[in-house]
């Protein structure tokens, strides 16, 4: 009897109805096109998530937990695990505990690395970052609002600035919504540029409530109201990170690493 294989896309999760398909639907679809023999499955490690879109759309999505159960169930017994989170921090993490302690019950099962976990991932998203706005002007800056992480020893958000310095890119920046870089940082660079028109794009995989609200918002400590403050023209980008197929490419990638294994 051959093993009936199935490919688990674990993602946080997101209530906004616009970027769910875009994103986390787009990068499943790649998936599952480079995986034509396995089965897809969804999970969304966000309960807060998956349980206000059970009361608003009536929409029921897996936990990893459930998931497992369901594979399981459907008599799965190899599956190939890929995470469409940005990076190894919590949500990542509280995922793999419930992989591993259902793992037992499959024959194989293998994991993907989320988004930015090698140099070489970082040297490709830098370069999709770039890419997406190829004809940004001397007068423009681009700013990428990522939600941030309490990981100081290896901050990849950090790693980004110095890479997009390193190469003299001073028109590109990121900054966080919470942890460093903020939006200090933001602020200086636009004064020191002083730029006609500064764009606001999400450094996420999805453009949700940080996107919309953090961002986007009319909010007075909205990044669009910052920016504006400094005298400035903001432009809000609502596009997820997941929107980008050279994005979508790297996890792709991880998971075929994976399964190579």
């Known amino acids: 009897m051959s093993d009936k294989k199935a490919l688990l896309a674990v993602s946080f999760g997101t209530s906004v109805a616009e970027t769910r398909e875009k994103t986390i639907g ?37 936990s990893v ?21 940005m990076l190894i921090g919590e949500e990542y993490n509280k995922a793999v505990d419930a ?21 070489e991932d970082l040297k490709a998203l830098a370069q999709a970052m770039k890419d ?8 423009q800056m681009l700013v990428w609002m990522g939600h941030g992480s309490d990981k100081t020893e290896d901050n990849v958000y950090l790693r980004l ?30 004064r020191a540029r002083k730029p006609r028109q500064v764009l606001l794009a999400p450094l996420m995989v999805v453009a949700g409530d940080h996107a919309l609200n953090d961002m986007a918002g009319d909010e007075p400590d909205s990044w669009k109201s910052l920016v504006a403050g400094e005298g400035t023209e903001p432009v809000c980008i609502l596009k997820g990170m997941g929107e980008y197929p050279s994005v979508r490419a790297i996890y792709v990638r991880h998971a075929q690493c994976a399964a190579a294994l």
């Not at 499943?28 to 396995?38: G, I, M, T, V, W």
């Open 26 to 62: 787009a990068i499943e679809k790649d998936l599952s096109a480079a995986f034509p023999d396995r089965s897809l499955y969804r999970a969304w490690t966000s309960s807060i998530i998956r349980k206000k879109l059970l009361r608003t759309e009536n929409l029921a999505i897996d």
């Open 65 to 85: 937990e459930e998931a497992m159960d369901r594979m399981a169930m459907d008599g799965v017994t190899d599956v190939l695990v890929q995470p469409t989170h």
């Open 99 to 119: 992989i591993r302690a259902g793992a037992h019950r499959f024959a194989r099962v293998t994991l993907g690395a989320p988004l930015l976990t090698t140099p």
């Open 132 to 139: 997406a706005f190829p004809t940004l002007a001397e007068d």
């Open 161 to 190: 600035n110095e890479r997009f310095a390193a190469e003299g890119t001073d028109n590109v920046i990121v900054g966080t919504v919470e942890f460093d870089p903020g939006f200090d940082g933001v602020r200086e660079r636009i």
